[in-house]
């Protein structure tokens, strides 16, 4: 039973999206659940954030936390799946764009967690997680100083980024030519050490959404990146609030992201597409995707 999306966001350190209070049990049984329906890689969306970690660290002083990162890499590594980890991201907007404390911050962060995790065989990865739609906030220096550190430290685990379209959704006002331009410089300055990139696909508005992603495609292709696709299993406008998104617009925009999508994750099963979900409507979510989506 294998669906068209194979890869999920993992957001343990909740900040937009309430925490669903799992067990050790109830994490290793969505586990089980995402590999039934071909979920291959977990991505950890934030690793750091607003003074908490989901590892134990002697940096950032969180000796007391969980690791939770150890616990999913090793449960992951039984199931044969591969594991993002998203890098450290002060607040919201990075101290308001301090790349320089943005960068000395990760170098740390970097160093511990390649320490602490390099030898578990599910860790293949690193994500950004200082998302923009846009060159603001020093972004090309953030994600050029970033990306560096991870290829530094080892320059065969992939890098990825998630960002958002600059549209009237996101309270933008980009056309397609516009958002071409404005990322075409934003690449110019991190080629070769951005692997993937993956659009946050509710942030274009669906009857435009082929042609935002068609023009991010031929970008990518340009920078020597894969071009994945990140399929939000949230609505974005019900009252201003995530709930899991209606089948049949999940369903439209997979069909959509099938001309050119090289790899597809979301944001993210766990709430929105789990058949163990604090949401019923995510239950239900979960079995017309797997009817529909069955082999």
Same mark, same amino acid.
């Given at each position: 039973? !294998?669906? @068209?999306?194979t890869?999920?966001?993992?957001?343990? !350190?909740?900040?937009? !999206?309430?925490?669903?209070?799992?067990?050790?049990?109830?994490w290793?049984? #969505?586990?089980?659940?995402?590999?039934?329906?071909?979920?291959?890689?977990?991505?950890?969306?934030?690793?750091? *954030?607003?003074?908490?970690?989901?590892?134990?660290?002697?940096?950032?002083?969180?000796e007391?936390?969980?690791?939770?990162?150890? *616990?999913?890499?090793?449960?992951?590594?039984?199931?044969?799946m591969?594991?993002?980890?998203?890098?450290?991201?002060?607040?919201?907007?990075?101290?308001?764009? #301090?790349?320089?404390?943005? %960068? &000395?911050?990760?170098?740390?962060?970097?160093?511990?967690? +390649? &320490?602490?995790?390099n030898?578990?065989?599910?860790?293949?990865?690193?994500?950004?997680?200082?998302?923009?739609?846009?060159?603001?906030?020093? %972004? @090309?220096?953030? /994600?050029?100083?970033?990306? +560096?550190? =991870?290829?530094?430290?080892d320059?065969?685990?992939?890098?990825?980024i998630?960002?958002?379209?600059?549209?009237?959704?996101?309270?933008?006002? *980009?056309?397609?030519?516009q958002?071409?331009?404005?990322?075409?410089?934003?690449?110019?300055?991190?080629?070769?050490?951005?692997?993937? =990139?993956?659009?946050?696909?509710?942030?274009? @508005?669906?009857?435009? /959404?082929? &042609?935002?992603?068609?023009?991010?495609?031929?970008? =990518?292709?340009? *920078?020597? /990146?894969?071009?994945?696709?990140?399929?939000?299993?949230?609505?974005?406008?019900?009252?201003?609030?995530y709930?899991? %998104?209606?089948?049949?617009?999940?369903?439209?925009?997979? #069909?959509?992201?099938?001309?050119?999508?090289?790899?597809?994750?979301?944001?993210?099963?766990?709430?929105?597409?789990?058949?163990?979900?604090?949401?019923?409507?995510?239950?239900?979510?979960?079995?017309?995707?797997?009817?529909?989506?069955?082999?």
């Amino acid at each position: 039973m !294998i669906g @068209p999306i194979t890869g999920t966001f993992i957001d343990e !350190i909740t900040y937009d !999206i309430p925490s669903s209070n799992w067990t050790k049990r109830q994490w290793k049984r #969505d586990l089980d659940n995402m590999r039934k329906v071909g979920i291959d890689t977990l991505i950890f969306i934030r690793g750091g *954030f607003y003074g908490k970690t989901i590892y134990p660290s002697t940096y950032f002083h969180t000796e007391n936390t969980e690791d939770f990162a150890g *616990f999913i890499l090793e449960e992951a590594a039984k199931r044969r799946m591969k594991v993002y980890m998203g890098l450290h991201i002060s607040d919201i907007d990075w101290g308001g764009g #301090d790349a320089k404390g943005e %960068i &000395e911050r990760n170098r740390h962060f970097i160093d511990e967690v +390649y &320490e602490r995790y390099n030898g578990i065989p599910s860790f293949s990865g690193w994500y950004i997680p200082q998302e923009a739609s846009k060159n603001e906030l020093n %972004i @090309p220096e953030v /994600m050029k100083g970033l990306s +560096y550190l =991870c290829k530094e430290k080892d320059s065969a685990m992939p890098v990825l980024i998630s960002p958002y379209f600059n549209t009237h959704v996101t309270g933008g006002d *980009f056309t397609v030519s516009q958002h071409a331009e404005e990322w075409h410089g934003i690449f110019s300055g991190c080629a070769g050490q951005i692997d993937a =990139c993956a659009f946050q696909d509710g942030s274009a @508005p669906i009857e435009t /959404m082929r &042609e935002y992603f068609i023009e991010t495609k031929r970008l =990518c292709d340009e *920078f020597g /990146m894969a071009h994945w696709v990140n399929t939000e299993t949230f609505e974005r406008d019900v009252r201003r609030m995530y709930y899991p %998104i209606p089948f049949n617009l999940l369903k439209q925009k997979l #069909d959509i992201h099938r001309e050119y999508a090289e790899k597809i994750i979301t944001f993210e099963f766990s709430h929105f597409l789990s058949p163990q979900s604090i949401y019923p409507s995510a239950r239900n979510l979960n079995r017309l995707y797997r009817s529909y989506y069955k082999k």
